[in-house]
């Protein structure tokens, strides 16, 4: 039992720990309220039995005591005969109410209720202090509740008398009773779900200006997070702010000594580069060739610590839409010769979280290359992953150019691989293209295209918030 407790606690406070803070609020609130109203409900209803049983024991010590001065009319030893009471109730058979007077001493039946009808009571014994209350079934099967006192009117007369009745009326007005207080009880509930509910949001309200607040900020929609705030949560957007700035600050100086570091080694190199040029030597060659090679290396690493720094930067969005348009018409102007169709097609309004910049050499890498290499056609495509990929977009560039094997499409991606030294370019491209998805957590993969060619798709982390119901673009 103790580690079922222990278990069924433990879900629970799993369940709430996926739950959000106005949830888990109401939630509590309403589990509380709901036992508190059950608590006042049986409390409410206990009362009222228990007085409706104290106005029902005072109704037959009234007839008790109407029995006893009755009989006190009579002599010592023969007591008179008492009447109806005033109750109609105790002439009728099998009424539900009864009365009987018995000798105390043998338990002999001396006067009875007409409405007892020649049956007769079982009565419980008395106990010495010479009264009892208590419940007994009648002799058609109900129940009775009983009023049972020793009366002496002389040393030698001592009477028993006992008074009965159904409380089957009792029990029907307690049940009647229940079920109003259950009603109104389960109004006022709901009213205090409801007012609960409306408390939650009112006072979550300025947590909802907050998130929206902060999400403009990582949007890039606004410079800081808004400071008109309760006292409680005013603490926290400025710690917000002084975060934002602190960020702007850190990749502002990571800017300015990448800047600095690449004129510091730019110009030796290129004085190097100047200088082996005038020789003709192998020596000279040879320098050329790593000089060459060093500030290749140098622009790659400076380009990745760029972009490395530009990826922290909070707020900075770019929706994808437009720069695939613009991409796609300087890349069909730049292969007119060759008369390759570029088509774009998929959603509007999707965001990539980071730099524009950096999406325009991602992506204009995939487009020109797949220029260099198709035949007739290159088809560019943009939707969000839905699923497991969640949160992301997915830009895909197919060409119906050879294609790749699968060991071709691996080399492809090393840095400065070209699979064919006719084809104009550096072999960075893709490999530009891996780096850059990798420092944003996206993903780049080349595959085989339905019409035969290459299909690259870059799969990018995405601004969420976007319109899924959004006009789909078609531009050729």
């Known amino acids: 039992m103790a580690e079922q407790a222990v278990g069924n606690a433990g879900r629970l406070s799993g369940w709430m720990r996926n739950r959000s803070l106005a949830a888990r609020l109401i939630l509590v609130a309403a589990i509380w309220s709901a036992i508190a109203i059950f608590i006042a409900g049986f409390v409410l209803v206990a009362l009222y039995r228990e007085a409706s049983e104290r106005a ?4 037959l010590d009234v007839y008790v005591k109407a029995i006893v001065g009755e009989m006190a009319g009579g002599t010592p030893g023969a007591p008179a005969e008492p009447g109806n009471l005033g109750e109609p109730r105790f002439d009728l058979p099998a009424s539900g109410w009864y009365w009987v007077v018995l000798d105390a001493r043998s338990d002999e039946v001396l006067f009875s209720s007409l409405s007892l009808f020649g049956d007769r ?3 419980p014994d008395l106990p010495v202090d010479g009264e009892l209350r208590s419940v007994i079934v009648s002799p058609r099967g109900a129940e009775l509740r009983v009023l049972q006192r020793r009366i002496i009117f002389a040393e030698a007369a001592a009477y028993r008398i006992a008074v009965a009745g159904e409380t089957q009326e009792l029990r029907e007005r307690e ?8 009603l109104t009880l389960l109004v006022l509930g709901i009213g205090l779900v409801g007012a609960i509910v409306l408390q939650v949001r009112i006072g979550l309200r300025p947590m909802a200006a907050l998130r929206a607040s902060l999400a403009a900020v990582r949007r890039g929609d606004a410079e800081t997070v808004e400071e008109d705030l309760p006292p409680d949560l005013r603490p926290l957007g400025q710690e917000l702010n002084a975060l934002v700035r602190s960020n702007r600050e850190v990749v502002e100086r990571a800017r300015t000594h990448v800047g600095n570091l690449a004129h510091a080694l730019k110009t030796p190199l290129s004085v190097i580069l100047n200088e082996v040029r005038a020789g003709h030597s192998p020596d ?14 140098v622009n790659h690493h400076l380009e990745r610590a760029r972009m490395a720094a530009q990826r922290r930067v909070i707020g900075v969005s770019t929706e994808v839409s437009p720069v695939l348009v613009r991409l796609v018409k300087v890349m069909a102007k730049i292969h007119g010769e060759r008369n390759v169709d570029v088509t774009l097609s998929g959603e509007t309004g999707l965001r990539f979280r980071g730099e524009e910049h950096d999406l325009e050499e991602m992506a204009g890498n995939l487009i020109d290359n797949a220029c260099k290499w198709a035949r007739s056609r290159v088809e560019v495509s943009l939707q969000r992953l839905d699923g497991p990929g969640a949160g992301r977009l997915a830009i895909r560039v197919t060409d119906d150019g050879p294609g790749l094997s699968p060991e071709e499409r691996a080399e492809a991606l090393k840095r400065g691989r070209r699979l064919d030294e006719t084809v104009p370019g550096t072999g960075l491209g893709l490999s530009i293209v891996v780096d850059l998805a990798a420092l944003y957590g996206g993903e780049f993969t080349l595959s085989p295209s339905a019409a035969g060619g290459l299909s690259a798709t870059l799969v990018l982390p995405m601004l969420e918030g976007g319109d899924a119901a959004t006009p789909r673009i078609s531009q050729t």
């Open 175 to 182: 049940a009647t009773f229940a079920g109003q207080v259950a």
């Open 121 to 123: 009571l079982k009565l």
């Open 56 to 59: 029902f024991d005072a109704r």
């Open 284 to 297: 000279a060659r040879k320098i050329g060739e790593q000089a060459a090679v060093m500030r290749a290396q």
